[in-house]
């Protein structure tokens, strides 16, 4: 009990406090995370993720290991999620909905910082990756299975994985790497990016309060049953056996890449749904209700479900 109080306390905790501050926050003020939200992605972000990879002690062999199981645990779960979702009978746009956020973890606001106050920088490094692959292709395949919910197909909007700054953040770093022109870690550039990078960190966790604050489950709480099964329970155990299928040599980055699969549903699937698909679906169930229920549930069952599998990983009964 004391190990899981411990693990509660120095990787959980730290997002429970500051998410609920983004919450009280969003309850008692009219924020507008539009800007915030900006400034993290095209800011923050890429600085983080160019001072991890480009300081990370382990090799090219284990960035491609990391983006291989990545991409392969993403298309895995699309795959179960829409058999399962056909198999019970869901139609479009919900089915679209079901696939998405079963697929897509909150590998960035929540994986990055929990990656990092359980396994430390080699966690938050892996983590940066993992983002960095799942952002790749929820902005190709991902709007392409949101195209579908509206009964549509084509390439529209998949020019967007060509603006994300977090491929251009990854690529800049390794191109640093393999030519030698990292800079040194006491530098004063290199210390800029750590500190523009780890104001990143409790910036994603005010946002994921203040979206949460903005949900409304309502009717919708009955429906997500499905969703809420796939993500926190189905998630982690494709993503161990994808970890021990991959063969990572480094423990900490497949425990890292573990505990991502785990993480709750994202919001992004909800805006895609809503750009590129269906709206509503009938029986006055909406997409929006729908995936915000899902991922205030699975946010909320996260407390204690992760608390329990970071000490299963510690122990190294799973990976």
């Keep these: 009990m004391s190990s899981l109080l411990s693990i509660f306390a120095t990787a959980i ?6 998410a609920s501050v983004g919450m009280l926050l969003g309850r008692l003020q009219n924020v507008d995370i539009g800007p915030l939200n900006t400034v993290t992605v ?17 090799g090219g ?5 990391i983006g291989v199981a990545t991409a392969t ?28 956020v079963s697929a897509f973890p909150n590998s960035g606001n929540y994986g990055i910082p929990l990656s990092e106050f359980a396994f430390g920088p080699e966690g938050r490094s892996t983590a940066v990756v993992y983002l960095t692959v799942q952002s790749v292709l929820l902005y190709t395949g991902g709007i392409y299975v949101a195209q579908r919910s509206g009964g549509t197909r084509g390439l529209g909007g998949m020019k967007r994985a060509l603006k994300i700054p977090l491929v251009y953040a990854v690529a800049a770093a390794l191109l640093a ?3 030698g022109l990292v800079p040194p870690a006491d530098s004063t550039a290199m210390s800029t990016l750590e500190l523009v990078g780890n104001a990143s960190i409790p910036m994603m966790l005010l ?19 499905k969703a809420t099964v796939l993500k926190m329970g189905v998630a982690p155990l494709v993503g161990a056996g994808i970890a021990l299928a991959v063969g990572f040599q480094n423990t900490t980055v497949a425990r890292t890449f573990v505990l ?21 679906a009938g029986g006055g169930l909406s997409v929006a209700e729908y995936v915000s229920t899902t991922v205030l549930v699975t946010t909320l069952l996260s407390v204690p479900l992760l608390t329990v599998l970071i000490a299963l990983l510690e122990s190294g009964l799973l990976v």
């Design 177 to 179: 790497r393999y030519l």
């Design 207 to 225: 946002i994921l309060g203040i979206q949460l604050s903005d949900t409304d489950y309502g009717a919708a709480l009955s429906s997500v049953g």
């Design 260 to 280: 991502e699969c785990a993480t709750p549903a994202a919001i992004t699937p909800l805006l895609l749904v809503v750009e590129f698909g269906g709206e509503s």
């Design 13 to 18: 905790l730290p997002i429970i406090t500051l």
């Design 42 to 58: 095209y800011v923050f972000v890429p600085a983080l993720i160019f001072h991890s990879i480009a300081t990370a002690t382990f």
């Design 61 to 65: 062999s284990t960035l491609a290991r």
């Design 73 to 100: 645990y993403l298309v895995a779960m699309v795959v179960i999620a829409g058999v399962v979702g056909r198999l019970t009978g869901e139609s479009e746009p919900i089915l679209s909905a079901l696939v998405l």
